[in-house]
């Protein structure tokens, strides 16, 4: 039998069909998502979610809104950064892994309040949060221009927008290796901890039809960011994309 699991593209819906298809998906694998967070990057994701943190360009007494936020993980690092004096919010549409980043407070003793919400209408005013941040959401939601938007809109003059996101290697005979193990052998890694293999053939799935980092790029620029960068970790398994909101709009 071919070790293949990878999940046809146009098993994949888009458009309103993705909302309901992400929340059912991510509702059930809340319970290993986390672990397997772990497992499958080799303990590294710790350490991009704390890059895309600094990337936030934060202090103490800041306020930052962490979009996706899934069970909580860069939420709390940016905590971690903004102090007691300061606020970071959790959002995300999926309640059971809201029920779980609420756990993994109590055992952080830490103090984020989270909010079920959609990222393409979030529930806050404009110039809100001195940064706004997504890891590893980008590719779930119906429409990135309209999340950067969003995103963009509620961040204040001079705030950042952070965007941390799974991408394609650049380095040299990384490439193939990465193709190898994120298309056939992490779908299986993921069935010794979650019974639904194909719940993880969606994640290639859905890397291979996200745009390229200089598109996304400049889906943030049109959102309204300027001085965008892209910051590649790990050889490019994953980036970093930062933008400012000018202090003047327009």
């Known amino acids: ?93 999926c309640r059971p892994m809201l029920t779980l980043a609420i756990e993994r407070n109590r055992l952080a003793h830490a103090d984020v309040p989270y909010v079920e919400g959609d990222a393409m209408n979030l529930p806050f005013g404009d110039n809100t949060f001195n940064a706004s941040t997504i890891a590893f959401g980008a590719r779930n939601v119906i429409d990135l221009p309209r999340l950067f938007r969003e995103m963009t809109r509620v961040a204040r003059p001079n705030g950042r927008v952070v965007c941390l996101e799974i991408s394609r290697p650049v380095m040299p005979g990384l490439k193939q290796a990465f193709h190898l193990y994120f298309s056939r052998i992490l779908p299986w890694i993921a069935r010794l901890f979650h019974s639904r293999r194909s719940n993880y053939a969606y994640l290639p799935a859905s890397l291979a039809i996200f745009p390229e980092r200089d598109e996304v790029a400049r889906m943030m620029s049109y959102a309204g960011l300027c001085d965008v960068t892209v910051t590649n970790l790990t050889g490019g398994i994953v980036a970093v994309f930062t933008g400012r909101k000018p202090e003047t709009e327009g």
């Open 1 to 93: 039998m071919p070790m293949s699991t990878r999940a046809p593209l146009n098993s994949i819906p888009t458009g309103p069909d993705k909302a309901p298809f992400v929340h059912r998906l991510f509702s059930q694998v809340a319970p290993t998502y986390d672990l397997l967070n772990r497992v499958l990057s080799a303990g590294q994701d710790r350490g991009w979610r704390r890059a895309a943190a600094r990337r936030a360009n934060l202090n103490p007494g800041d306020r930052a809104l962490d979009v996706a936020t899934g069970t909580g993980d860069l939420a709390r690092e940016l905590k971690s950064i903004v102090g007691a004096e300061g606020l970071v919010v959790g959002l995300d549409f």
